[in-house]
């Protein structure tokens, strides 16, 4: 364990501003995740065909699951003239709810090229919506890779659902970003035991399912990526409640004692409510720490999940960070967790990531976590790696998944171990 105060953590320590060549996804693969947790979604990408074949690639074998996305691949013609573009998206929507009647919400998301030759899809989204209302909502985000970096394509989306929710009076709690339904329903489980009511979730799974949000509605946010969400909920006047994220016994008991503490519910009911899960949690998470104490961890820039996730591996598995980076920094959102990661690892904000090799190189760290574009080649240097982008898609919130999530940073080490002695060439990035 780390023995510096936690009020000497990060928040103020100078942060490493990078800007250079990158290796991460655009925000095009938040539509991944997105279109399973809301199921009368179909998000429509306006791009070219090497956006469809990211989603094809991102997607795996989801694509053969009638998946609710698509892309509108804009051919030379479009590129000539925007008319006619615009014709064809009308009519290639038409042609998509006619034959898929279950979508009640259309996501037009603009990719790189929709971006550089300005078609400009909030146009074409409020367009579409009065010619289809009221059976279908159609909005639009960018998940361009110019403008948006992985999980923040789930902030685009969820940021342009905001406006257009209703207006509600009402005191209610409301749980932000999109959470596998099994994680969802342990968080909602958790804050009904603790006395939080009423508790609404963004995104919703359906679109009438939905409420509305004002002035007395407080928001708690499940992912530290949701920077341009949280300015669109306080713009409809809603407040934040800031606090650590739920990863691991430490994060989830604080995320939780922040909610209660802002609906007047004492710590101690929170304590006992929780007393049996953290219990698991604690014990889940030995099993797998055993690999992980005294170890060093090097986080690349990817999902924005870095610093809580730092958070958590130095404060309950007993690892030391190197250097934690992230695509962006919303001291905002992320400075509970800083709060509580004593001083000593670089802090990065964005890439360049020669430069950032050169750092993983020299330091060796015993566990690098990084995107799939430069996992293999750093095991071929000797490190050993772990996939952000697994982060993202496995269920690692809250107290019931705090062994899995340690188990991802144990997992590696643990087959190194295994395949130690056996010739390199058999190692590969996990
Ligand atoms: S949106 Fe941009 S970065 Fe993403 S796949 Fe399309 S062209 Fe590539």
């Not at 952000?388 to 998944?401: D, N, R």
Request: net charge negative; glycine share 8%.
């Amino acid at each position: 364990m780390n023995d510096m105060t936690p009020s000497k953590g990060c928040r103020d320590v100078p942060v490493l501003k990078e800007r250079g060549q990158r290796e991460v996804f655009c925000g095009l693969t938040g539509i991944i995740w997105l279109h399973r947790k809301m199921q009368d979604a179909f998000f429509l990408v306006v791009g070219s065909r090497t956006c469809a074949h990211l989603l094809q690639s991102a997607a795996g074998v989801m694509i053969f699951a009638e998946p609710r996305f698509g892309t509108a691949i804009l051919e030379e013609k479009d590129l000539a003239g925007l008319a006619d573009a615009h014709e064809e998206l009308d009519r290639e929507v038409a042609r998509l709810l006619s034959r898929r009647p279950d979508i009640k919400q259309l996501f037009l998301v603009g990719s790189c090229p929709s971006e550089v030759i300005k078609l400009d899809l909030s146009r074409a989204a409020e367009r579409l919506s009065q010619v289809h209302f009221p059976d279908v909502r159609v909005l639009n985000y960018s998940g361009s890779g110019i403008e948006t970096t992985f999980t923040q394509g789930e902030d685009a989306a969820l940021a342009a659902m905001v406006p257009v929710l209703e207006t509600s009076d009402e005191r209610q709690l409301l749980v932000v970003g999109a959470l596998p339904d099994v994680i969802e329903d342990q968080a909602l489980g958790l804050l009904e035991e603790i006395g939080v009511t009423p508790v609404r979730v963004l995104p919703a799974k359906r679109a009438l399912d939905e409420h509305g949000v004002g002035e007395n509605t407080v928001f708690a946010l499940t992912q530290p990526f949701l920077g341009d969400t949280h300015a669109a909920l306080e713009r409809r006047g809603a407040r934040h409640i800031a606090a650590p994220f739920p990863f691991g016994e430490h994060g989830t008991t604080a995320w939780l004692k922040a909610i209660a503490a802002e609906f007047g519910i004492d710590e101690s009911v929170v304590d006992r409510v929780t007393e049996a899960p953290r219990a698991r949690a604690r014990k889940a998470i030995a099993t797998q720490a055993a690999e992980l104490q005294g170890k060093s961890v090097f986080f690349f820039p990817d999902s924005q999940l870095e610093i809580p996730l730092a958070r958590f591996l130095t404060n309950e598995c007993g690892m030391s960070a190197v250097e934690i980076g992230t695509p962006f920094l919303h001291q905002t959102l992320v400075g509970p967790d800083l709060d509580l990661i004593a001083k000593g690892p670089v802090i990065s904000e964005g890439q360049d990531v020669d430069l950032q090799l050169d750092r993983a190189l020299d330091a060796r760290p015993d566990i690098t976590v990084c995107g799939l574009g430069l996992a293999n080649p750093l095991e071929a240097h000797g490190l050993t790696t772990k996939w952000a982008i697994e982060l993202v898609f496995t269920p690692v919130h809250f107290y019931e998944q705090a062994g899995d999530l340690a188990g991802l940073f144990s997992r590696p080490l643990r087959r190194k171990e295994l395949l130690k002695g056996m010739p390199n060439r058999l190692e590969a990035a996990e």
